[in-house]
T-cell receptor, first 117, second 113 residues
Framework: GAVVSQHPSRVICKSGTSVKIECRSLDFQATTMFWYRQFPKQSLMLMATSNEGSKATYEQGVEKDKFLINHASLTLSTLTVTSAHPEDSSFYIC?????????????FGPGTRLTVL | GENVEQHPSTLSVQEGDSAVIKCTYSDSASNYFPWYKQELGKRPQLIIDIRSNVGEKKDQRIAVTLNKTAKHFSLHITETQPEDSAVYFCAASTGEWSYKYIFGTGTRLKVLA
């Protein structure tokens, strides 16, 4: 149980285009989803927290107009990188947290490697 | 906000020896401390976690200790094996409305055969 999927697993795009990444909880309802970015040989940096049906809360330094997050249902959150540039190339990982009964534990997706040319 | 420091950044041990990774956190409200193992290009995998009402937890070769007063927690791996080689991350989380994780900077563990 507690499986989280991400799509696509890899994406290569040209500079200036927008890229959408999907994060789905397959067998549980995710009241909260989190988006992280991980550069090579670095830690996971939290970008934003999203709760179903409400606006995402962005961490300091993350541009909300560039990284659009939509948590439209209890099983799906999307991250759209708008007008992507080479410096946005990174490994993007989502995680999901279930109902309050699951306490703090987050379940991670497999990640999406974004390369912007 | 919460800040998590992790040491060492790299660690090499001989197969069969023990490995210890230490983390400190700043927010006394943090109450949940998971440890993750991440292999290159893969998702982080939870290997053990501890809640603030417990001082120690063990699962086979892996143990975690927590000192709330000093605000630090440690991962102990005994009888290390080559397949333990990976990057390990600690994290701290508070039971507030967001339950967000703040990760440590990571430790690259190499187990030498």
């Amino acid at each position: 149980g507690a499986v989280v999927s991400q799509h696509p697993s890899r994406v290569i795009c040209k500079s200036g285009t927008s890229v959408k990444i999907e994060c789905r909880s397959l067998d549980f309802q995710a009241t909260t989803m989190f988006w992280y970015r991980q550069f090579p040989k670095q830690s996971l940096m939290l970008m934003a927290t999203s709760n179903e049906g409400s606006k995402a809360t962005y961490e300091q330094g993350v541009e909300k107009d560039k990284f659009l997050i939509n948590h439209a249902s209890l099983t799906l959150s999307t991250l759209t990188v708008t007008s992507a540039h080479p410096e946005d190339s990174s490994f993007y990982i989502c995680s999901a947290r279930g109902s309050p009964s699951s306490y703090n534990e987050q379940f991670f997706g497999p990640g999406t490697r974004l390369t912007v040319l | 906000g919460e800040n998590v420091e992790q040491h060492p950044s790299t660690l090499s041990v001989q197969e069969g020896d023990s490995a210890v990774i230490k983390c400190t956190y700043s927010d006394s409200a943090s109450n949940y401390f998971p440890w993750y193992k991440q292999e290159l290009g893969k998702r982080p995998q939870l290997i053990i976690d501890i809640r603030s009402n417990v001082g120690e937890k063990k699962d086979q070769r892996i143990a975690v200790t927590l000192n709330k007063t000093a605000k630090h927690f440690s991962l102990h791996i005994t009888e290390t094996q080559p397949e333990d080689s990976a990057v390990y991350f600690c994290a701290a989380s508070t039971g507030e409305w967001s339950y967000k994780y703040i990760f440590g900077t990571g430790t690259r563990l190499k187990v030498l055969a």
